[in-house]
């Protein structure tokens, strides 16, 4: 007992290969998963925010099956502070496009005056546009909340 | 929507959130609070709020059950009331 104690704390713990081999293969799946959630959150269930939820995880579970220095590494910081700020960026632009444009805050027809292409269509693409942005700025948010809590705040070794 | 099922779960629904606030172990509490949290999705998705239950799946069993092992490897496990 005390002899496989020690083994264990020698390594990283949950160092196995099974975990990271299925991870690896899961990880795509999971952010195609998320990509069609926030694409059809208008027909279906789902939507920007369980779609940007869903691209989070798979960072995490990245994070959770090697450590977290790999997942820094396949998402940068940088990047995911310039993704969050994008998202709330694209939602509150259009929300704002839409009132100067002469309409009601997030009232999307209104776009049609910018580009024609009818009041119906914009009422459709405006909703997806807004969903991208929440999608974006969800994703990073859940990224930045597991960075921070697992490794209390100092982004060099955590879980 | 079938009774006995939505009768079935919820019953398990309860139980799962007894365990939670009556176990010792914080780590194990976590773990029964996914099961409550999945078990809120079954109810949802079989009760016809999907969107809902989506939401659930995803936040409540995916999500914050990572959060909360997250935060308790910054703390004890044991839980001291």
Same mark, same amino acid.
């Given at each position: 007992m005390k002899q496989r104690l020690e083994r264990a704390t020698g390594q990283h713990p949950g160092d196995s290969p099974i975990i990271k081999t299925s991870v690896r293969l899961l990880v795509p799946f999971v952010q195609l998963f998320g990509l069609y959630v926030i694409v059809h959150g208008h027909y279906s269930p789902g939507g920007g925010f369980q779609g940007g939820v869903a691209l989070g995880?798979?960072?995490?579970?990245?994070?959770?099956?090697?450590?977290?220095?790999?997942?820094?590494?396949?998402?940068?910081?940088?990047?995911?502070? #310039?993704?969050?700020?994008? &998202?709330?960026?694209?939602?509150? &632009? #259009?929300?704002?496009?839409?009132? #100067?444009? &002469?309409?009601?805050?997030?009232?999307y027809s209104a776009l049609d005056k910018l580009i024609p292409l009818g009041p119906i269509e914009w009422r459709s693409f405006g909703i997806f546009l807004v969903e991208v942005g929440v999608g974006l700025a969800v994703m990073s948010i859940m990224v930045s909340l597991f960075w921070d809590i697992s490794s209390g705040g100092e982004m060099d070794e955590g879980l | 929507m079938i009774w006995q099922l939505d009768l079935l779960i919820l019953l398990l629904v309860v139980v799962c959130a007894l365990a939670t606030i009556t176990v010792k172990d914080l780590l194990s509490a976590t773990i029964i609070f996914g099961v409550y949290s999945f078990l809120m999705c079954l109810l949802w998705a079989e009760m016809g709020a999907v969107?809902? !239950?989506?939401?659930? !799946?995803?936040v409540g069993a995916g999500i914050s059950t990572v959060l909360f092992i997250a935060a308790i490897l910054r703390t004890n496990r044991r839980s001291k009331d």
């Open positions: 995880a798979s960072f995490i579970l990245l994070a959770l099956a090697y450590d977290l220095k790999t997942s820094i590494r396949h998402f940068s910081e940088g990047a995911n502070a #310039v993704l969050a700020n994008t &998202g709330a960026l694209i939602y509150t &632009g #259009v929300a704002a496009l839409c009132a #100067v444009m &002469g309409g009601l805050f997030l009232d | 969107d809902v !239950a989506f939401t659930e !799946a995803t």
